[in-house]
């Protein structure tokens, strides 16, 4: 079973699937700044969880590799100050 988490750098984005839908975010890097620029979740998938779900990978992603993230993205403003972690 593959990860539902990937980094599509080719296409400067990170996707999330769920049974064949992609929830996903456009970002940009500069240095060890991301910024995430749109997300966005296709219909299929909205009420689900699955761009909360996209976003708490982004967090752990870019923590990992000591990234610091600008939310550029409302949704992903949001998100996340309710999660705390802008």
Not at 33 to 56: C, F, K, S
Request: charged share 20%.
């Amino acid at each position: 079973m593959t990860e539902p988490f990937t980094d599509n750098a080719s296409e400067s984005r990170f996707e999330y699937a769920v049974n064949g839908a992609i929830a996903f975010a456009n970002y940009r890097r500069d240095g060890m700044t991301l910024y995430i620029d749109y997300v966005e979740a296709p219909h299929a998938l909205r009420g689900t969880g699955a761009a909360g779900r996209l976003m708490q990978s982004i967090m752990g992603f870019a923590q990992k590799e000591k990234l610091k993230v600008i939310p550029i993205c409302g949704y992903a403003a949001a998100w996340m100050a309710k999660n705390k972690t802008a």
